[in-house]
């Protein structure tokens, strides 16, 4: 499984929402905290863009050091339609410091140090040291996960629908017009994770690994070719 440290690295350099939050700060417009760019330096800390004259660089701009904490916050929403669509949190602290030059003008990039970290996923919650969020790297599908995710969702809805057959006694699967429908729910280069909708809205989640970590999408295609096969049988 991708370790706590790479979940919360793919979540910051992934497209899902993120706000970045000063205490104290008085912000009458929750959109003013919301970065336009977001990345990861070779030291672990994050830089954020934002306007040149949003509150959030405004206060960091006036900070002197490192005295000004913040948190950027993570939402994680599943890119198809599926029962509880949250997939994941995460919470990345530290000090707040501003970067004349960075960014184009009438922008600001603003550097947050990180000093501490922390997600609640599909895989549970965990502390995330700042070393190990440096030495992490996000996942090798990231950046074409919600594509793959609403494609298998849209054109391989049949194909999803059998992956119930792997599961053995978990559901009653032999009559297609009574299996559970399937949606694919998350995506990462160690396998597929689908979730499967019962009658009345009942639901569960079903992990399906691949035969070995995958790198790129063509050798993403090979092990969902394998999948399905393995479903069909």
Excluded: K, N
């Excluded at 900070?63 to 929403?77: F, K, P, Y």
């Excluded at 609640?120 to 440096?134: H, I, K, S, T």
């Amino acid at each position: 499984m991708p370790s706590a440290a790479e979940r919360t690295r793919t979540l910051v350099q992934s497209t899902c929402s993120a706000a970045l939050v000063v205490p104290g700060l008085d912000v009458p417009c929750p959109e003013h905290l919301v970065p336009s760019s977001r990345s990861v330096g070779p030291d672990g800390d994050l830089f954020l863009e934002f306007p040149a004259g949003s509150p959030v660089v405004r206060a960091a701009t006036r900070a002197q050091g490192d005295e000004l904490t913040a948190v950027l916050e993570l939402t994680d929403v599943a890119p198809v339609s599926v029962p509880h669509r949250i997939r994941g949190r995460a919470w990345v602290s530290g000090w707040l410091t501003s970067v004349p030059g960075l960014a184009q003008p009438g922008r600001m990039m603003l550097r947050l140090e990180t000093a501490e970290a922390y997600v609640d996923d599909l895989w549970g919650a965990q502390d995330v040291e700042p070393d190990a969020f440096r030495d992490a790297a996000p996942d090798p599908l990231v950046v074409h996960e919600t594509e793959l995710l609403q494609h298998l969702h849209a054109a391989h809805g049949e194909q999803m629908g059998t992956l119930c057959a792997l599961l053995g006694e978990r559901t009653g699967c032999e009559c297609a017009a009574h299996r559970p429908s399937a949606v694919p729910v998350a995506l990462d280069r160690f396998g597929l994770r689908v979730r499967f909708v019962e009658g009345q809205g009942s639901c569960f989640d079903a992990r399906f690994e691949f035969p070995e970590p995958v790198r790129d999408v063509v050798e993403l295609r090979r092990a969902m070719h394998t999948l399905f096969e393995a479903a069909s049988c």
